[in-house]
């Protein structure tokens, strides 16, 4: 469903009939790292098959390489080869668009390979280069505001990409603002003034709950808090709503404070078709 | 034991340069110069988006080498970067927005330099021993450039401080990360920039944690550059 133009005159389409819609926000969901073939596969099903359900627009999101682990133990996933191999058949199996997070210039290129998404992460959402290799690749690039930086700083990242990289298909993605140590706060301001210009806002609903590094030696979290932070999300108004879901997140390799079970994911999925005919 | 690069070369601030095609190499007394070869960091209203990968400003590294008589380290914030860098500087100076980058550490670390590591604003100062354990048996040092508070500011804590003095050999203070936090500026309290009180007020809560160095950019809006730092540690 296209139903609105995006800063540098961008229809919003991912790939080919998936659209950014603030009437039927683009999911962008899976497990934060793709730990094995199964879980990817298992994961991607059950979720295409609730969006479809619900008419939900839906993109497969998970990491190959976790290269910012807060411990110098923390797993970091099969790697590109093995990865993107995965996510190709994954892709052929259900028809799904990709979202893949990298890391650095050559990582960008190489994740082009395989996504429709490439994204930013937070901490290195100011990196020029990596934004200018993302944007290079043509793809539609997301960004993670930084937990320190504001929306005003966020607009500038934007901005860049539109303007001076000549890529215009840019999705600006709030997920929680330092508040002290170890705790992060949705400021809801920001998913407003980040849609000034017109840029597509996307609110990432698990990293939001992080309490980062709080886990001794490894991020903790809220994940009760997530399906309140969602409904506050999408009555404001986004483009798309992140998630991460397990099929058991007590035994995840990374986040495992914060990702969703499936059938808290279903749930949440429900409240914002009941969210979306309210507002 | 080997005596640690910063404890043998005696130095009270860094200097952070931003190089361009008429650089000639910085030396000043008691300064060492860590150099930017590209301006990595995206700024308000930038336009640049051809940006030059280290590898295709090895022969300036080259030339730099060949001119500097003291030691001067190169930021760097690739993994690859790191493998150029360390062919030419005396140490590598890694901001702190990749201080949870395990590559760039990793490389860092395999590359048998001195390195000088930021504390990045968002990281809380019970994770900086995370920090250490990735560099762990590395000849490195810290950086405080302050925690992020809300938007566009940064406070200096002390404790972040106490555990810098636990977990590294030697540890400094960035003062222009302290006074106007990059894209900023402090536009909601301009009086802040640059503050002279304030500058005084960090260069001397320093002291008391016996901090080693403190950092300045040249580039930086309304700072003081190194000479007047220089004078106010003294």
């Given amino acids: 469903m296209q139903n609105k133009i995006y800063a540098g005159n961008w229809d919003g389409e991912i790939c080919k009939g998936v659209y950014l819609s603030e009437q039927r926000p683009l999911i962008m969901a899976g497990p934060c790292m793709l730990e094995t073939r199964e879980l990817g596969f298992e994961m991607a099903e059950f979720l295409k098959n609730k969006c479809s359900k619900m008419n939900l627009p839906y993109v497969f999101k998970t990491s190959y390489d976790k290269a910012n682990r807060t411990s110098s133990n923390g797993v970091r996933g099969p790697g590109f080869e093995k990865g993107s191999q995965w996510l190709r058949e994954i892709k052929e199996e259900f028809g799904v668009p990709i979202l893949i997070d990298v890391h650095t210039p050559s990582e960008a290129i190489q994740a082009a390979q395989i996504a429709d998404i490439i994204q930013i992460p937070a901490f290195l959402c100011q990196q020029r280069e990596l934004l200018a290799a993302a944007a290079s690749t043509g793809k539609t690039i997301q960004v993670k505001k930084g937990q320190w930086t504001s929306a005003q700083e966020m607009l500038e990242v934007a901005k860049y990409l539109v303007e001076q990289c000549g890529n215009p298909k840019v999705i600006l993605v709030e997920r929680g603002t330092n508040f002290g140590y170890n705790n992060l706060v949705v400021d809801f301001r920001n998913l407003v003034d980040m849609k000034k210009f017109g840029n597509a806002v996307v609110f990432d609903a698990t990293h939001a709950v992080q309490l980062p590094g709080a886990g001794d030696g490894k991020s903790s979290g809220l994940r009760d808090m997530v399906p309140h932070l969602v409904k506050a999300a999408v009555a404001v108004g986004v483009d798309g709503v992140f998630m991460e879901v397990h099929s058991n997140p007590a035994q995840a390799l990374s986040d495992a404070d914060t990702q969703l079970s499936p059938k808290a994911a279903e749930l949440i999925l429900e409240d914002i078709c009941r969210i979306l005919e309210r507002v | ?234």
């Fill in chain 2, 1 to 234: 034991m080997q005596v640690s690069f910063f404890k043998k070369n005696f130095f009270t601030v860094i200097e952070r340069s931003i190089v361009d095609e008429n650089l000639i190499a910085i030396e000043k007394k008691e300064i060492l110069q860590a150099y930017d070869f590209s301006a990595w960091k995206l700024t308000a209203n930038s336009k640049l988006t051809q940006i030059p990968s280290l590898s295709e400003r090895e022969n300036k590294m080259c030339e730099l080498k060949k001119k500097h008589n003291s030691p001067f380290g190169i930021c760097v914030t690739t993994a690859d970067d790191v493998k150029i860098a360390s062919k030419y500087a005396s140490f590598l100076y890694i901001p702190g927005e990749f201080c949870r980058q395990a590559d760039v550490l990793a490389e860092a670390k395999n590359a048998q330099i001195p390195l000088v590591v930021e504390k990045g604003v968002f990281l809380a100062p019970n994770d900086i021993k995370r920090l250490c354990e990735k560099i762990q048996g590395a000849d490195f040092c810290l950086v405080e450039c302050g925690s992020a508070n809300g938007y566009s500011d940064s406070i200096l804590d002390p404790r972040s401080l106490m555990l810098m003095q636990q977990n590294s050999s030697c540890f400094g203070i960035s003062l222009s990360d302290l006074l106007s936090p990059e894209g900023t500026h402090y536009a909601h309290r301009p009086q802040w920039l640059g503050n002279h009180e304030f500058m005084k007020a960090f260069i001397k809560t320093g002291k008391a944690f016996q901090a080693s160095f403190y950092v300045t950019k040249n580039n930086a809006h309304d700072q003081f550059n190194a000479e007047q730092i220089l004078e106010m540690v003294r």
